[in-house]
């Protein structure tokens, strides 16, 4: 499937890796950086690049392991900062020279926070955004349900999953082909591209890197449940309590504008996430659960709130605004609000470039 009129593709090599990226407006104008999430591309952004404001430059990367970016391994040790490091490079690399809006969508919730934390940034947007303290494995206030971080990182990946992905199935056949768990898992059930547009979308998805250095990582067997523990390579392992957390974006000075969007109906960012250890074991899916004082269900959602409303308190503006029956991708399955709201946002937080 072609690109929308006015997008165009690009591979550039950067400081660190040989990057795809899709892109539009003017070379000067207002740089806007969209980082996806796992299992996608910068291609599940491109619905966007048409209905952008004409002074925008919009550029949505594929990430390290995904897409047709280089195939380069993930250190999960550094949680996303390798995704962050790729993001600065590119923007090295494209000339950018004023500071970028940057719009993280669930795993690139946490790179563009890592990527503010080094750099100065215009504004930061989450989607449906990985919590503060990981994916999977932590109580509320983030401290871990084990001393090994058991139960979140590339042991808990669905390997049958992985192996459809790894073979580009591209069927109906399976709940777990990648098109299905597409639409049940990415936006609202009621919500379909045309089949065209899905099919691109599919094949997106098969690009992934799978394995030890893609999607889900490695793990190392733990004494607790649920018998395993974080690696260090990988997806999966980079978004674990283990290294990821951007909790401390509270202490960010200064403060850039902040809008979350979440979706009401998204089972990936839940209080009690269908994909999270802690929610399956409660429901029977993973043998064994030691219950809820030892290994509650995350409270993913809450975790953001409060993060977010103490970035708040501390002198940060921070917009939120919730997407009633969207599911994991708002900005898809609700794209006309989201994209209006968004560009308001931006224009909002928008400061005159350097003369």
Same mark, same amino acid.
């Given at each position: 499937?072609?690109?929308?009129? @006015?997008?165009?593709?690009?591979?550039?090599?950067?400081?660190?890796?040989?990057?795809?990226?899709?892109?539009?407006?003017?070379?000067?104008?207002? %740089?806007?950086?969209?980082?996806?999430?796992?299992?996608?591309?910068? #291609?599940?952004?491109?619905?966007?690049? %048409?209905?952008?404001?004409?002074?925008? #430059?919009?550029?949505?990367?594929?990430?390290? @392991? =995904?897409?047709?970016?280089?195939?380069?391994?993930?250190?999960?040790?550094?949680?996303?900062?390798? $995704?962050?490091?790729?993001?600065?490079?590119?923007?090295?690399?494209?000339?950018?020279?004023? %500071?970028?809006?940057?719009?993280?969508?669930?795993?690139?919730?946490?790179?563009?926070?890592?990527?503010?934390?080094?750099?100065?940034? !215009?504004?930061? &947007?989450?989607?449906?955004?990985?919590?503060?303290?990981? =994916?999977?494995?932590?109580?509320?206030?983030? &401290?871990?349900?084990?001393?090994?971080?058991?139960?979140?990182?590339? @042991?808990?990946?669905?390997?049958?999953?992985?192996?459809?992905?790894?073979?580009?199935?591209?069927?109906?056949?399976?709940?777990?082909?990648?098109?299905?768990?597409?639409?049940?898992?990415?936006?609202?059930?009621?919500?379909?591209?045309?089949?065209?547009?899905?099919?691109?979308?599919?094949?997106?998805?098969?690009?992934?890197?799978?394995?030890?250095?893609?999607?889900?990582?490695?793990?190392?067997?733990?004494?607790?449940?649920?018998?395993? !523990?974080?690696?260090?390579?990988?997806?999966?392992?980079?978004?674990?309590?283990?290294?990821?957390? $951007?909790?401390?974006?509270?202490?960010?000075?200064?403060?850039?504008?902040?809008?979350?969007?979440?979706?009401?109906?998204?089972?990936?960012?839940?209080?009690?996430?269908?994909?999270?250890?802690? &929610?399956?074991?409660?429901?029977?899916?993973?043998?064994?659960?030691?219950?809820?004082?030892?290994?509650?269900?995350?409270?993913?959602?809450?975790?953001?709130?409060?993060?977010?409303?103490?970035?708040?308190?501390?002198?940060?503006?921070?917009?939120? +605004?919730?997407?009633?029956?969207?599911?994991?991708?708002?900005?898809?399955? !609700?794209?006309? #609000?989201?994209?209006?709201?968004?560009?308001?946002?931006? !224009?909002?937080? +928008?400061?005159?470039?350097?003369?």
């Amino acid at each position: 499937m072609d690109l929308p009129t @006015g997008v165009s593709g690009h591979t550039v090599q950067t400081s660190r890796l040989r990057m795809r990226y899709i892109e539009s407006g003017p070379s000067d104008g207002v %740089p806007i950086v969209l980082i996806h999430g796992n299992l996608s591309t910068g #291609r599940f952004y491109e619905h966007l690049m %048409p209905v952008a404001p004409q002074t925008h #430059r919009l550029i949505a990367p594929d990430m390290r @392991g =995904f897409g047709d970016t280089e195939q380069v391994p993930i250190d999960a040790t550094r949680g996303l900062r390798d $995704w962050a490091d790729d993001t600065y490079s590119l923007v090295q690399a494209l000339g950018v020279t004023r %500071p970028v809006h940057l719009v993280g969508w669930s795993t690139g919730g946490a790179a563009i926070v890592d990527y503010a934390r080094e750099h100065p940034v !215009a504004s930061l &947007t989450f989607i449906d955004p990985v919590s503060p303290y990981g =994916f999977g494995g932590v109580r509320l206030d983030g &401290t871990p349900c084990f001393a090994d971080y058991a139960g979140s990182g590339g @042991g808990t990946g669905n390997l049958d999953f992985m192996k459809l992905i790894a073979d580009h199935d591209t069927s109906a056949d399976s709940p777990l082909s990648p098109r299905n768990v597409m639409n049940t898992s990415y936006w609202a059930p009621s919500f379909r591209f045309p089949k065209e547009h899905e099919d691109m979308l599919v094949d997106e998805i098969n690009k992934s890197v799978t394995g030890d250095d893609g999607y889900p990582g490695d793990s190392v067997p733990s004494d607790n449940w649920p018998g395993m !523990a974080p690696g260090t390579r990988g997806i999966l392992n980079a978004l674990s309590p283990k290294y990821c957390n $951007w909790a401390d974006i509270v202490d960010f000075e200064p403060k850039p504008p902040v809008l979350w969007t979440h979706g009401t109906a998204d089972i990936v960012v839940a209080d009690g996430s269908a994909w999270e250890m802690g &929610t399956l074991g409660k429901m029977g899916f993973v043998p064994s659960w030691p219950g809820e004082e030892a290994f509650p269900p995350q409270p993913m959602v809450t975790q953001i709130r409060n993060v977010l409303s103490g970035y708040g308190r501390r002198g940060g503006r921070v917009r939120t +605004e919730m997407f009633d029956g969207s599911g994991h991708g708002p900005v898809v399955d !609700a794209a006309d #609000r989201w994209s209006k709201l968004f560009f308001e946002f931006v !224009a909002s937080a +928008e400061v005159p470039a350097p003369v």
